[in-house]
C-alpha cells in the first residue's frame, strides 16, 4: 500500500492518476510546507510536475511549489471520519423520520416483483439521492463545470478499517443498451459489474448477455445460467419506467437533504471544516464535497444497521457493496 490515495469526483483522467501517484513524495512535503521548484524536482520527474502545475493540482510562487487540491493528511482524515459519523447520524435520522413518502412512490416500481424493497431503498436513495443527485446539485449551485475534480488523501495501515464501514463509492459504466451500477465501500474489491470487466476479468460482450438476461427474468420470469454465475438473480433491474421513477425520487430525497443541512448543519460543518489543515490550500466547495462524502458514506451505514437498507453483499477482501442494472 503507498502513502496516499488518488481518486475524484467525476469522470477524471487517466493521466492525473499517474502523475499524482509519481508525485505521492512531492504532495506529503508540500502539505507540511512549500518547496522549492528545484527540490520538487528531486522528488518527481518533470514531466509529471509540469502536468501538475498545468492542471492547476499544484502552483507556483515566486519558485515555490504548493498545493492547489483537496488533499487530506492523516490528521484531517481522522478528523473527517468523526465529521462523517456526527453529521450522517443526523442524515439518517432524518430520511427514517422525514421521508416516509418515498415508500409510496417506490412501491409503482415493476422490479419491486423480482427483488426487496430494501435493496432498491439502497441503491435509489444511498447511491442515486445522496450520492450522485446531490453532488449535481453542488456543482449547478457553484457553477462548475469541470469534468472532474481532483482529489488525494494520506493513507496508513489502518486505513481500511477506518473506511469499511462507510457506503460513499457509486461505479458504472455502459455495455450496449444497459448501465451496470456498484456501490458500496472502499475497502476491497467488488464482485460486480462494472468492476470485473475494469479488472480485466471478464469481457464486455459477457456482461451485455447478463443485461438481456437480467431484463428477459424481469420480462418473463426465466431465470438464465448466467444470472446464476455471476449471482445477479434478485438485483434489481431498472426499466425505463422504473429508470424515470427512481430519479424523480432521487431528486426530491436530494433537494429535501439539502434544504435540511442549509438550516439544521451548515453553520456547524462549516466550523467543523475551517478546523481541517487542508483548509489552508482547499477551497471550501471541494473540502466540503470531501466531507459529504463521509456523511452520507455514515448515512448509509446507519441505514443498513437501522434494516432500511438491504445488508451488502461481501467480497473476500472486504469489500461491500450493492449492484444492479437500468436500461
Given at each position: 500500500?503507498?502513502?496516499?490515495?488518488?481518486?475524484?469526483?467525476?469522470?477524471?483522467?487517466?493521466?492525473?492518476?499517474?502523475?499524482?501517484?509519481?508525485?505521492?513524495?512531492?504532495?506529503?512535503?508540500?502539505?507540511?510546507?512549500p518547496v522549492s521548484t528545484k527540490d520538487a524536482l528531486q522528488l518527481v520527474d518533470k514531466e509529471s510536475l509540469t502536468y501538475l502545475l498545468q492542471k492547476g493540482i499544484l502552483k507556483e510562487e515566486s519558485g515555490q511549489i504548493k498545493l492547489n487540491f483537496c488533499f487530506t493528511p492523516w490528521e484531517d482524515v481522522?478528523?473527517?471520519?468523526?465529521?462523517?459519523?456526527?453529521?450522517?447520524?443526523?442524515?439518517?435520522?432524518?430520511?427514517?423520520?422525514?421521508?416516509?413518502?418515498?415508500?409510496?412512490?417506490?412501491?409503482?416500481?415493476?422490479?419491486?416483483?423480482?427483488?426487496?424493497?430494501?435493496?432498491?431503498?439502497?441503491?435509489?436513495?444511498?447511491?442515486?439521492?445522496?450520492?450522485?443527485?446531490?453532488?449535481?446539485?453542488?456543482?449547478?449551485?457553484?457553477?462548475?463545470?469541470?469534468?472532474?475534480?481532483?482529489?488525494?488523501?494520506?493513507?496508513?495501515?489502518?486505513?481500511?478499517?477506518?473506511?469499511?464501514?462507510?457506503?460513499?463509492?457509486?461505479?458504472?459504466?455502459?455495455?450496449?443498451?444497459?448501465?451496470?451500477?456498484?456501490?458500496?465501500?472502499?475497502?476491497?474489491?467488488?464482485?460486480?459489474?462494472?468492476?470485473?470487466?475494469?479488472?480485466?476479468?471478464?469481457?464486455e460482450d459477457e456482461v451485455e448477455t447478463l443485461g438481456r438476461a437480467l431484463e428477459e427474468l424481469y420480462i418473463n420470469g426465466k431465470i438464465s445460467g448466467i444470472l446464476e454465475k455471476y449471482k445477479y438473480v434478485g438485483v434489481p433491474f431498472f426499466d425505463k419506467p422504473d429508470a424515470e421513477i427512481a430519479w424523480?425520487?432521487?431528486?426530491?430525497?436530494?433537494?429535501?437533504?439539502?434544504?435540511?443541512?442549509?438550516?439544521?448543519?451548515?453553520?456547524?460543518?462549516?466550523?467543523?471544516?475551517?478546523?481541517?489543515?487542508?483548509?489552508?490550500?482547499?477551497?471550501?466547495?471541494?473540502?466540503?464535497?470531501?466531507?459529504?462524502?463521509?456523511?452520507?458514506?455514515?448515512?448509509?451505514?446507519?441505514?443498513?444497521?437501522?434494516?432500511?437498507?438491504?445488508?451488502?453483499?461481501?467480497?473476500?477482501?472486504?469489500?461491500?457493496?450493492?449492484?444492479?442494472?437500468?436500461?
Amino acid at each position: 500500500m503507498g502513502r496516499i490515495m488518488v481518486y475524484v469526483c467525476g469522470n477524471g483522467e487517466r493521466e492525473y492518476w499517474e502523475h499524482a501517484y509519481k508525485a505521492e513524495e512531492l504532495i506529503l512535503k508540500v502539505s507540511k510546507s512549500p518547496v522549492s521548484t528545484k527540490d520538487a524536482l528531486q522528488l518527481v520527474d518533470k514531466e509529471s510536475l509540469t502536468y501538475l502545475l498545468q492542471k492547476g493540482i499544484l502552483k507556483e510562487e515566486s519558485g515555490q511549489i504548493k498545493l492547489n487540491f483537496c488533499f487530506t493528511p492523516w490528521e484531517d482524515v481522522l478528523k473527517l471520519r468523526e465529521i462523517g459519523v456526527k453529521h450522517g447520524e443526523t442524515v439518517a435520522e432524518y430520511l427514517i423520520e422525514n421521508l416516509k413518502w418515498v415508500e409510496d412512490d417506490l412501491k409503482r416500481l415493476n422490479c419491486l416483483k423480482h427483488s426487496k424493497l430494501e435493496y432498491i431503498r439502497f441503491a435509489i436513495v444511498g447511491c442515486y439521492a445522496l450520492d450522485l443527485r446531490f453532488l449535481t446539485m453542488l456543482e449547478n449551485k457553484w457553477g462548475e463545470n469541470r469534468k472532474f475534480i481532483p482529489y488525494a488523501r494520506e493513507i496508513r495501515d489502518n486505513w481500511v478499517d477506518i473506511a469499511k464501514d462507510f457506503y460513499w463509492g457509486c461505479h458504472s459504466a455502459k455495455f450496449g443498451e444497459y448501465t451496470f451500477y456498484s456501490f458500496g465501500n472502499h475497502a476491497g474489491s467488488r464482485n460486480a459489474f462494472p468492476d470485473l470487466v475494469w479488472s480485466e476479468k471478464v469481457k464486455e460482450d459477457e456482461v451485455e448477455t447478463l443485461g438481456r438476461a437480467l431484463e428477459e427474468l424481469y420480462i418473463n420470469g426465466k431465470i438464465s445460467g448466467i444470472l446464476e454465475k455471476y449471482k445477479y438473480v434478485g438485483v434489481p433491474f431498472f426499466d425505463k419506467p422504473d429508470a424515470e421513477i427512481a430519479w424523480q425520487v432521487a431528486d426530491k430525497v436530494g433537494s429535501d437533504v439539502e434544504k435540511f443541512i442549509i438550516k439544521e448543519r451548515w453553520d456547524v460543518l462549516k466550523e467543523d471544516l475551517s478546523k481541517l489543515r487542508a483548509s489552508q490550500w482547499c477551497t471550501f466547495e471541494e473540502l466540503f464535497i470531501e466531507a459529504w462524502h463521509w456523511i452520507f458514506g455514515w448515512a448509509n451505514n446507519v441505514l443498513i444497521r437501522e434494516g432500511y437498507f438491504i445488508d451488502p453483499e461481501e467480497s473476500e477482501d472486504g469489500g461491500r457493496y450493492i449492484k444492479w442494472v437500468s436500461a
